[in-house]
């Protein structure tokens, strides 16, 4: 990771939260592809809120990064989307979903929005 792609994450993370949040820098194992019988070690960043949610981005190639959320490793949650090709969009949206996801669950809506 470079230090700007750190300066993007953490200036979008800090925004969120309105507040400095520590963010780590980890290795991350991932299938690049589908089909990929063996994982690929990519750095990332961990960060996590004081609600509990754990994040990672990962960076899987020259400028192309994965994300996720979670509260439990079986409850994860993804962007949807599989790639980014800029990591501003990649952190933005996953903080955005996270904020959704959390929203819908303080209603206690199910996914498809129903009470």
Known sequence: MTDTERWVVRQAVNERYG?????????????LHIDDRELTLCPGFYWTDERGCHFVLSKTGDTRYRCMFFWR???????????????????TTLLKMQADEEARRLTGEDASGNA
């Open 73 to 91: 490793i079986r409850d994860r949650f993804a962007t949807g989307r599989e790639e980014y090709d800029d990591i501003g969009d990649c952190v």
């Open 19 to 31: 507040r400095e949040v520590e963010i780590q820098d980890v290795e991350t194992e991932i299938r």
